[in-house]
């Protein structure tokens, strides 16, 4: 079984690491059942694997955006509409930009989006499904009202008509109108699962020891609900990738941002079906899928910590 | 009963937060209708003047009275179904122009959801009952990827091929310029001909929700106790997968397909985008991109009492399906 | 003539994530027709495993890995999809462990049975068929228009039992059929299944960690420990003459409240991890007759006093005799006292832990509440004597009534009705009841989680003890804190009173920053005193311990530890028991008497076993629907009740 | 592609039918040919209703239409003759009540009255059949060219309607012109020839259909460079590869520049106050690359001077060089930078006349990408110069408001490029179109207030003659170049793409006949390609 060490044990403080260690691997075993460290289990799926080596090279795309793109995504200087070229891989757009520089610099929004909507989509999911959930009451009666409300409002719609409304468009607006439009799912798996929690008895438990609310429901209950969280996060940094996408693609991103959903606007705006440029158009919408595929592919890894029907499934 | 009191009573409440929420979102915006009137009557760049600008003003009854005066009367119209002048569509009324993009979602949204649903729950239901098989890997990593290719991009690739390039279908709109919209034979097998692609983009992602939703469902249903009682119990296999299954795996999908169907209203933006589809979704893109308030906020609204509506029917057909909800609730 | 014959039979489970597990090993036994077999074994032990494994309905990843199951001479393994299925349920049908699960929640119970016919092509009319069915397990035949969520667990167990019975079956396999049911329930289901049986004559296996019921229905038990089958005997002479040691641990720990005598014994020690090899006889570790040879040798399943038995020691026949009659304190075997395990009636505070060490074991101690006859007349005096000390708590005329909103409607129901009680120092009240009958009420009550509708709850031990008595019923936020210092509860389930994931030196902290301003190092050093002080230690080892690395006796101590850290004058335990092992609840009896003994804590003890009750209280209160229907000390209510509803929950108790 | 030959089978020699782009009325239209609706009109009106005078808006020439003729009787009393023989297409006659019908309606309608032109008209009254007079409060020669086109619609269908503003017209409107429409259908729009028409014999096209578009999206541009269109008029990316080159004998186009498009500075805000220091940016910007980068070569550098070279060049006073298009020169705005008092510090940053460095934002819409192009060229040529300068991307909405309430530092902004030279400089320059910073100013966005400025724009307005026009236009120019109130960058560009496989004849850079989007003037100039040959 392998858990992962924490880093380094100095020999000096050996005991208190092996305690420590001890420690983890418990904590860890019980997050995910009784199992390995959550890693082994999440590498030991093969679907997992793979979308964590995916995801891996996206984050490394991203993070080393500036060296590996050969030009300035939004320099212009190179000769318009080209196919792919030694020097162009993916070509120029009709404006004269490299578009393989482009795809590059993309991921990282598309990474900054989903990381982003998806951490705050979490947060306001998590505080209201709490708040909800462990207040009840008349508390509970409002704000599931809103959760309720915030599910059956459609998103896409929701989406266009914020975007329409707000004074600025920037990577920043569509962070927000899709984590506006994307929690409520979450609060409401999070509010459902806090009410089991919350008539647990070790929380009434806590109560006898005199702890209060706030430490309670950050003590006892939030842990207890990592799996959870952490699969709400992917779902919504998924939800979160593709809606960037879309709302850019419709025009309704933010122009000055390079993303995906730009380059496939403009590629569809700048006639990239009829100068033949099919790399630039098929290029960001691949990568675009695999990216959301290496999401979709660790979520099974994730919802085969928490589910064991689904672990046996390989 | 009281399940279904409990239902109508949300629904109300809904019903009113999203018709109030878009009363107060426009008004919290600066600016004046009018201006956005004449700025669209008079095209870009020309210097409003200020005759006209009143004139218009006028001519739309420009809000009065306080906020709460206008709250009463934006009810009243709402629920007259006056949704007021459209800008971008000046003079027509937005009912009118509902009206017109209407049906063209509903029929293509429409028979695609259900068809998606349909194509999904089955799929799903196989990939169960063959669980841990070839057929149940092939489906669900099958629709895992083409799940994950963006919609609007395979929309784009469509066109490219089959209309483009080897000119099946048309490559955009809802009919043909020669056809007349009407009920003849022309017309319908024009329209069909023009929904072909679109109806394909949407066929190609639509399922794949149902069939892993059913699919885990599924699993997890024939797993429990009852379902290996009925194993126990020698029933034939076709006959658990379906009652003990398949029956209770899509319940929870029930909520989720009149979703589906009550956002029929909304049309599919990107889609309809994509292939110039005359529907709801290009309808509020368009809005939005014109500034047309009116429309836009009825197209949300409407597209916000179709989910409403729709799951509140949902709700009620589940209470008859399931028979374990309204204990639910009561407890 | 031979039903069922299972030779060799072993299943294994091979998970992905853990070692395989060999569940069952080796099984050999044979049902004759119409005969009633009994499964016993402490949980875990296989009894589902290989119930599943007869029944052909191992999903993965378990796996039959070895041995043949014949039914009427079909070998079930080699049997065709469809001979199995023409088999199953015409000739071997089964009522599971869980009745929550086992009925198809969203179709009609008729359809259920109808299912069944149709399945088996019987021709019958479903009414009136199913109709019969009904009446066969006294159930209203309106019932069958019922969905599942509709009925009573009693009901749907009732269901279950009459599907099973639907097609005339030769063997029915009943998995715990009473589990998580009332014992008034319990008692008339299995009754009727007695009498079923008189009438059907079908054979049954009858799986349960119940002794009592299993001795009293069975003709022949099997003994199962560790994934083996340990003991193949008559009830009878299983009941007179235990063989295996561990049979005999089992025996001891069960005892019939109505004799004069009450005493039980626990078995120390774990279950041996099956995913791992062991050389020996499996039980050996927690024997007390074990020998050298018991660590190698493997013991085989032979034939030893008219019965089988798997143990060298009872084969070589070295076994110590044991006195008959192994139901009364006096038969209980003094090789466990011996070695550390804790013989309840006559209280030592030394504890067996899981690594079967012992403590200063001094017995002799008596206890003051419960155990052998000479007893009663103590109990008298003390409670006389702790009469005269003043009630720390009292509960007067208390009503409870809860409104549930139905949509627009609303619906009362009365939880408790008039119920008042006293808790004296160094006392121990126990509150008895069928399911519902209102103990966690009361508990919650007291302890101010919920107020009552009418009456007071009056606690006089805040501060120094004298001034005015407190208002419980009145109590929020602070002061209901500050209360909670003097009153604190130890949790029903020792599985969800600890938050799985923090350790157990946070939970234990907590009370002591919290209430005992102690900080960091101090409440550590604290904590530890504590666990040693429930008999956990070296304390070192389990501060930094998860509760799923604790056994469940184990946490039900470190649960009972936090209870006890602001040092309450007042506690209650809400059913401590209820879901452990037999083997281990005499473990956790002892301590928590011993606790009131040494803290002179006042205790109300909620429970609906009355073995324990007996065993622990001073006074016994019996509750029925929310009213005290009878009161008085412990030996006068169980041995002479008066009340109806009293002699009913004794008379659910099996009689031995 | 050999399609050339196929369909001129019209009756009597002429083209069956032509092929054309949008026809306006957003992705859904309805009918509506109500002329007045600038926005929501569907591009028929063009061809059903006719005016007194069409201008060619490219060389600013106005050519008698339903008027043969013109006459100032006085600076404010304007004469028109009508033409004879002019027909509704339901037969009924055109007369001069039909033009005091229209204009009347205008002025009772405000909310028609798109170009104000009751600002300027006192009265409209019909002499007799043939004749119309028209009075002005002030002399009313600046304002032609707004009146002069008024779309002039039948009397005896109009004065039944209740409500003209809401009147969508849509049966079978009725008008003058060379058109009627014969189907439409939200896909395409058909217009069939008016045999009756006036002037019918210069109307050598059967049939024009009209294709709804999708914006200029991928499919459009595709159609079009399969020769679908014989005419659109939509942008085009690469339009030489995708479209000229794949039938380079027929597939032409022809962008000839509209309004100039300026670099617009808050005029109240420090530095831009400064004249020296304006117009030490002249040279500061990279017009040419802008042109050809951002603007994909479509559009030209623009001209100093506001006006719209080279077709107003005629009204640019002659001593101004190479038409007041500026060069591309940062050394030479460095050093008059420096010499106007804003030197560079140290580490290359510009400085204020306060001594610190000099840092403003600059704006465009975010989503109009070819501006937010152009502007990375401007923010890049700015900060070359050492300027601290923000490029900032708003939503269209808030960039006209800030615009407009003078809330911004610098950004981009439209100006002139119509046939009325009043208005071109009025509008931009006027103080009367400018309001303090935080109101809302009706087009003076940069809030230039020059008396001297006033007075040459009220000589503009109230001057008959064209040579007093001329002279006041000059020194507008020279108000541009010497004092710099904006820096206009390029014009934009009017999308003009057609097809000679089977009709010749349309305006092109070597006969610039007219402007894209002169429907009347084009469609009478078109001549079946056969025919031609
Ligand atoms: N799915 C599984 N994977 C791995 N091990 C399992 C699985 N199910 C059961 N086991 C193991 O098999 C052993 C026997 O389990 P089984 O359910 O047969 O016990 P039991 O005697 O019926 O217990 P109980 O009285 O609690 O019902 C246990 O040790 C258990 O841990
Ligand atoms: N919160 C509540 N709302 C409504 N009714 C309740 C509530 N809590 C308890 N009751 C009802 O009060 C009665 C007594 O319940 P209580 O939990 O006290 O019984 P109990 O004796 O502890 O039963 P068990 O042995 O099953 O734990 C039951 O009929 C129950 O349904
Ligand atoms: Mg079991
Ligand atoms: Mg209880």
Redesign the interface.
């Known amino acids: 079984m392998s858990t992962p060490a924490p880093a380094v044990p100095t020999p000096s403080r050996n005991t208190q690491t092996a305690v420590e260690q001890g420690h983890r691997s418990g904590m860890r075993g019980r997050l995910l059942g009784r199992q390995p460290g959550w890693f082994a289990i999440l590498w030991r799926n093969r679907k997992c694997r793979i979308g964590l080596l995916i995801l891996a090279g996206f984050v490394l795309v991203a993070l080393f955006a500036p060296v590996l793109a050969p030009y300035d995504p ?1 320099s ?1 200087d190179f000769p ?2 080209l196919g792919p070229t030694g020097d162009h891989w993916l070509g120029t757009t ?3 930009e490299d578009v393989f520089s482009q795809l590059v610099v993309g991921a990282r929004t598309s990474l900054i989006v989903g990381l982003a909507a998806g951490l705050l989509s979490t947060l306001v999911g998590l505080v209201i499904g709490l708040t909800a959930g462990y207040a009840g009451g008349w508390v509970d009666e409002i704000l599931s009202f809103l959760i309720n409300l915030g599910l059956v409002v459609p998103a896409l719609p929701l989406m266009v008509t914020l975007a329409a409304y ?5 990577l920043w607006l569509i962070i927000f109108v899709i984590s506006v439009t994307g929690w409520a799912y979450g609060a409401r798996i999070k509010r459902s699962q806090i009410i089991t929690l919350r008539t647990r008895d070790y929380i009434t438990a806590a109560r006898f020891a005199g702890d209060g609310t706030a430490r309670i429901i950050a003590r006892e209950i939030v842990p207890n609900m990592t799996s959870l969280i952490v699969v709400g996060f992917m779902g919504a940094a998924l939800a979160a990738i593709g809606g960037e996408a879309g709302l850019a693609f419709l ?1 309704l991103g ?3 941002t390079v993303s995906w959903g730009t380059m496939l606007n ?1 590629a ?8 033949g440029q099919w790399a630039w158009l098929i290029a960001p919408g691949l990568t675009l899928a695999l990216l959301i595929t290496s999401f979709t592919l660790i979520n099974f890894g994730i919802d085969a910590l928490s589910n064991p029907h689904l672990r046996e499934d390989g | 009963m009281a399940y279904f009191a409990r239902r109508f009573a949300f629904f109300l409440a809904t019903l009113w937060a999203a018709v109030t929420l878009n009363f107060l979102i426009p008004r919290l915006q ?2 004046d209708p009018a201006e956005a009137i ?1 700025s ?4 870009k ?5 200020p ?2 600008l ?3 003003r006028t ?1 739309l009854g420009a809000p009065g009275g306080n906020l709460f005066e206008q709250y009463v009367r934006y009810l009243g119209a709402v629920f007259s179904g006056d949704f007021g ?1 459209s800008y ?5 009324s937005v009912t ?2 509902i009206g ?2 209407l049906p063209w979602t509903l029929v293509l949204v429409g028979v695609t959801q259900i068809l998606s649903f349909v194509i999904g729950t089955l799929l799903g239901t196989w990939a169960a009952y063959r669980r841990n098989t070839r057929v149940d890997s092939v489906i669900t990593l099958g629709s895992t990827f083409v799940g994950t290719l963006p919609f609007f991009w395979i929309a ?1 690739l469509l ?1 490219y091929v089959f ?2 390039t080897l000119r099946w279908f048309p ?11 009407g009920w003849n034979w022309l017309f319908i097998s024009d329209a069909f001909q023009h929904s072909v692609l679109p109806g394909l983009a949407l066929l190609i992602t639509g399922p794949i929700g149902w069939i892993i939703g059913m699919r885990n469902n599924m699993v997890q249903s024939l797993g429990e106790d009852h379902a290996r009682l009925a194993v126990a119990r020698g029933l034939p296999e076709r006959r658990i997968a379906i009652t003990y299954g398949a029956r209770i795996a899509i319940l929870p999908n029930v909520t989720g397909f009149a979703i589906a169907l009550g956002s029929i209203l909304g049309g599919t933006v990107l889609v309809e985008t994509v292939f ?1 589809y ?1 529907g709801m979704g ?2 509020l893109l ?1 809005s939005v991109s ?2 047309d308030f009116p429309l836009m906020q009825a197209i949300f609204l409407f597209t916000t009492i179709g989910v409403l509506i729709a799951n509140f029917l949902a709700d009620i057909l589940y209470g008859f399906l399931d028979p374990r909800v309204r204990k639910a609730e009561n407890s | 003539m031979t039903l069922l014959e299972v030779d060799q039979l072993s299943v294994t489970y091979t998970p992905r994530d853990q070692p395989a597990v060999r569940a069952v090993r080796d099984v050999s036994f044979t049902i004759s027709d119409g005969e009633f077999v009994g499964l016993l074994g402490e949980s875990g032990c296989g009894k589902s495993t290989l119930g599943n494994a007869l029944l052909r309905l191992l999903s993965p990843p378990a796996r039959i890995i070895g041995g043949r199951v014949l039914f009427d001479g079909a070998d079930l393994a080699t049997l065709h999809t469809r001979q199995l299925r023409e088999l199953r349920w015409t000739n071997l049908s089964t009522v599971f462990q869980s009745s929550m699960n086992s009925l198809n929640p969203v179709i009609r119970i008729r359809e259920q049975f109808a299912d069944t016919f149709a399945a088996h092509r019987v021709t019958d009319n479903v009414d009136t068929r199913a109709a019969e069915l009904m009446e066969l397990v006294s159930l209203d035949r309106r019932v069958l228009r019922a969905f599942p969520h509709e009925l009573s667990g009693g009901m749907k167990q009732r269901v279950a039992l009459a599907l099973a019975l639907a097609l005339r079956p030769k063997l029915v396999l009943l998995d715990e059929p009473t589990t998580g049911l009332d014992v008034v329930v319990q008692r008339s289901i299995l009754d009727r299944l007695a009498e079923l049986r008189q009438e059907l004559g079908f054979a049954v296996l009858f799986i349960s960690h119940d002794l009592g019921t299993v001795l009293q229905m069975a003709d022949r038990v099997l003994v199962m420990y560790a994934g083996e089958i340990v003991e193949n005997r008559p009830a009878a002479e299983l009941r007179s003459d235990p063989r295996h040691p561990y049979t005999r641990g089992l025996l001891g720990s069960y005892a019939d409240p109505r004799q004069p005598e009450v005493r039980i014994t626990s078995i120390p020690g774990r279950t041996p991890d099956l995913s791992v090899s062991h050389p020996g006889c499996l039980f050996a570790p927690r024997c007390p007759y074990a020998e050298d040879a018991c660590t190698q040798t493997h013991p085989a399943l032979l034939p030893d006093h008219g019965g089988l038995v798997r143990c060298l020691v009872a084969q070589a026949d070295r076994l110590p005799t044991t006195p008959p009659g192994p139901l009364t304190g006096a038969t209980v075997d003094p090789a466990f006292v011996a070695t550390g395990g804790a013989e309840v009636a006559s209280i030592s505070p030394g504890i067996a832990d899981a690594a079967g060490t012992s403590s200063a074991g001094a017995a002799g101690a008596r206890s003051p509440n419960a155990g052998s006859g000479s007893l009663s007349a103590a109990d008298t005096d003390e409670a006389t004597g702790a009469g005269e000390t003043a009630a720390i708590l009292v509960v007067h005329d208390v009503h409870k009534r809860y409104t549930t909103r139905k949509g627009l409607r609303t619906n009362t129901v009365t939880a408790i009705s008039g119920v008042s009680l006293a808790l004296h120092r160094g006392r121990v009240t126990a509150l008895v009841g069928q399911s519902g009958s209102g103990k966690t009420t009361i508990a919650r009550l007291i302890t101010g989680i919920e107020r009552p509708t009418t009456g007071e709850v009056r606690f006089n031990g805040g501060g120094d003890g004298d001034g005015d008595p407190t208002r419980v019923d009145r109590l929020r936020g602070r002061a209901l804190r500050d209360y909670r210092r003097h009153v604190q509860m130890v949790f029903q389930d020792p599985f969800a009173a600890l938050n799985p994931t923090r350790t157990v030196a946070y939970a234990l902290s907590r009370p002591l920053v919290n209430y005992g301003g102690l900080r960091g190092g101090a409440a550590r050093d604290r904590a530890a005193e504590l666990l040693e002080s429930v008999g956990l230690f070296p304390a070192g080892q389990f501060l930094d311990k998860l509760p799923h690395q604790l056994s469940g006796g184990q946490r039900q101590r470190v649960v009972t530890a936090r209870a006890l850290a602001p040092d309450p004058a007042v506690l209650i335990a809400d059913e401590p028991i209820s879901m452990l092992d037999v083997s281990i609840r005499a473990e956790i009896l002892e301590l928590l008497a011993d606790l009131v003994r040494t803290r002179r804590l006042a205790m109300l003890y909620i429970t609906h076993d009355l073995l324990s009750a007996r065993l622990l209280a001073d006074e016994v209160l019996v509750l029925n629907r929310g009213e005290l229907v009878e009161s008085g000390p412990t030996a006068e209510v169980i041995g002479a009740p008066r009340n109806d509803y009293t002699k009913l929950l004794l008379d659910s108790i099996p009689r031995l | 592609t050999g399609t050339e030959q196929q369909s001129s089978g019209g009756t009597d020699g002429r083209v069956a039918f032509l092929d054309y782009g949008d026809f306006g ?4 239209p ?1 009918a ?1 040919y ?1 002329p ?5 009109r569907l591009g028929a009106t063009d061809y059903v209703f006719e005016q007194l005078v069409v201008y060619d808006k490219y060389a600013c020439e106005a050519k008698p239409w339903l008027a043969t003729e013109y006459a100032w009787k006085d600076p404010k009393t304007l004469i028109w003759t009508l033409r004879e023989g002019v027909k509704w297409n339901d037969g009924k006659p055109f007369t001069a009540d039909d033009v005091v019908f229209t204009y009347e309606l205008l002025k009772q ?3 028609l ?4 032109i ?2 300027y008209l006192s009265a409209v009254q019909a002499t007799d059949a043939k004749t119309v007079s028209m009075t002005f409060g002030e002399p009313g020669a600046a304002a032609f060219t707004l009146f002069g086109e008024i779309k002039i619609v039948p009397k005896h269908v109009w004065s039944l309607v209740d409500d003209p ?4 017209n849509p049966e079978k409107p009725v008008g003058t012109g060379p058109f009627t429409v014969k ?1 439409f ?4 729009l ?1 217009l069939g020839r008016n045999p009756d028409y006036w002037q019918a014999d210069k109307v050598q096209v059967d049939e024009l ?1 009209f ?2 578009a ?1 914006g ?4 459009d ?2 159609k079009l ?1 399969r020769g679908e269109y014989d005419h659109n008029g939509m942008f ?3 339009i030489k ?2 479209f000229v080159d794949r039938d380079p004998e027929h597939n032409h186009y022809w962008y000839p520049p509209g ?1 100039s498009i300026s670099f617009y500075m808050n005029l109240t805000k420090a530095p831009f106050n400064d004249t020296a220091f304006r117009k030490a940016l002249l040279t500061a910007f990279n017009r040419q690359e802008i042109a050809d ?2 603007q ?1 070569g479509y559009v030209t550098p623009a001209s100093q001077t506001a006006l719209v070279v080279p077709g107003q060049a005629a009204w640019l006073p002659s001593d101004i060089p190479n038409q007041g298009v500026m060069g591309f020169d940062l050394a030479e705005a460095d050093a008059a930078l420096t010499a106007a008092g804003y030197p560079k510090n140290g580490q290359g940053k510009r400085l204020g006349k306060d001594g610190r460095p000099i840092a403003f934002t600059f704006r465009t819409p ?2 109009w ?1 070819d501006w ?2 152009a502007g ?1 060229i401007i923010v890049g040529n700015l900060t070359d110069l050492g300027f601290d300068v923000r ?1 900032e ?3 269209p ?2 960039y006209e ?1 800030d615009r407009a309430a003078g809330n911004y530092d610098t950004l981009l902004g ?1 100006h002139g490029g119509s046939c009325n030279m009043f208005r071109n400089f009025q ?1 931009p320059l006027a103080s009367d ?1 400018s309001a303090p910073i935080g109101k809302k100013a ?2 003076n966005f940069v809030r230039w207030t020059d008396p001297r400025t006033d007075q040459l724009i009220e000589t503009l307005r109230t001057a008959t003659e064209e040579s007093a026009q001329k002279a006041a236009v000059a020194d507008l120019t020279k108000v541009m170049v010497d004092e710099v109130p904006m820096i206009p960058l390029w014009y934009g560009a009017k999308w003009f793409q057609y097809r000679t496989a089977r009709a010749v004849g349309w305006p092109s850079e070597d006969n610039p006949y007219a402007a894209p989007g002169d429907n009347l003037l084009i469609i009478t100039n078109l001549k079946p390609a056969t025919a031609a040959k």
């Open positions: 939004r212009n318009t509409s009709v404006q004269g707000s004074p600025v468009r920037g025009g933010d122009p000055l403009q569809s705006l700048g006639g990239a079906m009829i100068t | 600066p600016g004449v669209r009557i008079g095209g760049g020309q210097a409003v003047d005759a006209q009143e004139a218009v001519m002048v971008s569509y000046f003079p027509y009118h122009m017109e993009a784009l066109i209309a483009i490559e955009r709109g809802g009919y043909g310029g020669g056809s007349s919209p110039n005359p290009r309808l368009e014109n500034k | 009325g957003g992705s859904n309805q509506n109500n007045y609706l600038d926005a929501t309608h405000k909310a009255d798109n170009t104000g009751w600002r503003v809401t009147f969508t189907a259908n939200p896909q395409q058909t259909r294709h709804k999708d200029g999206g991928q499919v541009q595709l460079s085009v990316p690469d590869k995708t309004g980068k951002a994909l975010g989503e990408t937010v192009q990375k490029q991307g708003p939503t909405q808030t408001a439209v509008e179109q009706l087009s």
